[in-house]
T-cell receptor, first 114, second 113 residues
Framework: GAVVSQHPSRVICKSGTSVKIECRSL??????MFWYRQFPKQSLMLMAT?????????EQGVEKDKFLINHASLTLSTLTVTSAHPEDSSFYIC??????????FGPGTRLTVT | QQQVKQSPQSLIVQKGGISIINCAYE??????FPWYQQFPGKGPALLIA?????SEKKEGRFTISFNKSAKQFSLHIMDSQPGDSATYFC????????????FGKGTMLLVSP
């Protein structure tokens, strides 16, 4: 299957700082990438859909000014959590869709805000 | 409104047994149904997927059965192994360029040695 990478795998930051998470499709071009958030023992919650070269579409209840998404190329999307607070601590997972429609997920990033 | 209902929430199967996880959907516009396997602390991995033009798809020990009229699909894991212990998510999506996956709530599978 196609490979999607995420960096960093885990990050600890202080409250009030910003954190950037990178998502890359390593062996395919992805016109559409997705960002999810997952709480322990729960399903994936879609935060936003990102299309290359255009603004991200955010799901209802997700603050676009807090979770900045940039999809600058066909292989890279970034999620920046601005002014992070402890309640933003979570497991963030990106996903990329192939031209054939399959959707592959990255390994996730564990964010802890202290 | 949950559009994909998954059951059971958790499942314990003995090694060598068959694990069966069921999902039901409501939106008849869905036409792509993948299953994902997730280990703790890892991202979901695409396991197998089916489209409604077939009733069954098999890949190794994993089989999807699809019943279009009942709007149900299920994952069967044959000869279950302890290494299969993970959380499994079913999902569904419409076949449009900008549609997103709708996930079930997940099933925690434990295969006992």
């Amino acid at each position: 299957g196609a490979v999607v990478s995420q960096h960093p795998s885990r990050v600890i930051c202080k409250s009030g700082t910003s954190v950037k998470i990178e998502c890359r499709s390593l062996d395919f071009q992805a016109t559409t990438m997705f960002w999810y958030r997952q709480f322990p023992k729960q399903s994936l919650m879609l935060m936003a859909t990102s299309n290359e070269g255009s603004k991200a579409t955010y799901e209802q209840g997700v603050e676009k000014d807090k979770f900045l998404i940039n999809h600058a190329s066909l292989t890279l999307s970034t999620l920046t959590v601005t002014s992070a607070h402890p309640e933003d601590s979570s497991f963030y997972i990106c996903s990329a869709r192939t031209a054939g429609g399959e959707q592959y997920f990255g390994p996730g990033t564990r964010l802890t805000v202290t | 409104q949950q559009q994909v209902k998954q059951s059971p929430q958790s499942l314990i199967v003995q090694k060598g047994g068959i694990s069966i996880i069921n999902c039901a959907y409501e939106n008849t516009a869905f036409d792509y149904f993948p299953w994902y396997q997730q280990f703790p602390g890892k991202g979901p991995a695409l396991l197998i997927a089916i489209r409604p033009d077939v009733s069954e798809k098999k890949e190794g020990r994993f089989t999807i059965s699809f019943n279009k009229s009942a709007k149900q699909f299920s994952l069967h894991i044959m000869d279950s192994q302890p290494g299969d212990s993970a959380t499994y998510f079913c999902a569904a999506r419409m076949n449009s360029g900008y549609s997103t996956l709708t996930f079930g709530k997940g099933t925690m599978l434990l295969v006992s040695p």
